[in-house]
DNA sequence: ATCTAAATGTTAGAATTCTAATCATTGTGC
DNA sequence: GCACAATGATTAGAATTCTAACATTTAGAT
């Protein structure tokens, strides 16, 4: 137990190693250019419409003070728009413009692309066990 | 194939999201205060060192240019030394001095009892295909 | 040998992200 | 109903990180 965790520890630390690999030289060429925050923030929004701030600043990995500043460039941007949720005054959500919804399609099929390139010399066992492997981590994540 | 990078490709998002629950309130109490970066830049020299300031910027997931402040830090600090390496003059190798293995080792144990309180809400099954989960992409991370 | 290209580390300035404080709204206990 | 804590979003300033350009050194080609 206690030596799982240990394990566990000392594995995380090579994530940010993995994401750097994964993501390096992900430039998407688009009608509107975004950074990497707000390209991920604009897919998660697009494949999760209508949640709050707070929910997307979780799921994007930024503190809410940071996701603000994304928001409110994707909104100037013309990619998304605040809509105010009518049962709490406080929370605001976000919706998608007509090219915000082209626009995260783009990216989305970019990135596709991008990554599998970068998969390239994968085998076919070693993109299984990728998968399986972000699977369970996705899911014990929603436990945390 | 292409399914299984779609879907890695779906799932690599999540990592920000689980990478930012587990480090949550992490704040490492030392002799020397650290951020987060040096922490991790620290316990990774402790663990391979004399390595060069590129690898170590790859491994922590930092840009060349962001690690030599993180490494200007840490010298400041007097945890680690700059060596000339001996077989190219360009590089440089990062040591550790004595007071710098004491805070890594300080700083490993504290993140991993941070850890462990981050996990207990996991079964032990969980921890275990956490744990195989965090090998695989550790060791898929080796080959791109 | 010499020229060119690539790799290593650094620098400066811009861009991004964080932290802590704030405002507005909602929920709770009395 | 009223104080008071908790939550959602924002703000400003500080801290962190990135990008692009640079100097130095090495490797490769001719």
Same mark, same amino acid.
């Given at each position: 137990m206690?030596? &799982? &965790? /240990? !394990?566990?520890? =000392? +594995?995380?630390?090579? #994530?940010?190693?993995? *994401?750097?690999?994964? *993501? %390096?030289?992900? !430039?998407f060429e688009t009608a509107v250019q975004l950074n990497s925050s707000e390209a991920r923030s604009l897919i998660y929004i697009y494949k999760h419409e209508g949640g709050t701030m707070s929910e997307y600043s979780k799921r994007v990995g +930024?503190?809410?003070g940071s996701f603000t500043a994304v928001a409110d460039s #994707? /909104?100037? &941007?013309?990619?998304v728009a605040r809509?105010?949720?009518? $049962? $709490? =005054?406080r929370k605001c959500a976000l919706m998608l413009t007509g090219s915000g919804k082209k626009i995260a399609r783009e990216i989305d099929l970019?990135? %596709?692309?991008?990554?599998?390139? =970068?998969?390239?010399? #994968?085998s076919? /066992? $070693? +993109? @299984? @066990? #990728?998968e %399986? @492997?972000?699977k369970v981590i996705a899911a014990i994540s929603e436990k945390l």
């Amino acid at each position: 137990m206690a030596e &799982k &965790k /240990e !394990n566990i520890a =000392r +594995l995380i630390v090579v #994530l940010p190693m993995f *994401m750097g690999a994964l *993501m %390096k030289g992900s !430039n998407f060429e688009t009608a509107v250019q975004l950074n990497s925050s707000e390209a991920r923030s604009l897919i998660y929004i697009y494949k999760h419409e209508g949640g709050t701030m707070s929910e997307y600043s979780k799921r994007v990995g +930024l503190a809410r003070g940071s996701f603000t500043a994304v928001a409110d460039s #994707l /909104e100037e &941007k013309g990619l998304v728009a605040r809509v105010s949720a009518s $049962d $709490d =005054r406080r929370k605001c959500a976000l919706m998608l413009t007509g090219s915000g919804k082209k626009i995260a399609r783009e990216i989305d099929l970019q990135f %596709k692309r991008h990554l599998a390139a =970068r998969l390239e010399s #994968l085998s076919g /066992e $070693d +993109l @299984s @066990s #990728l998968e %399986k @492997s972000l699977k369970v981590i996705a899911a014990i994540s929603e436990k945390l």
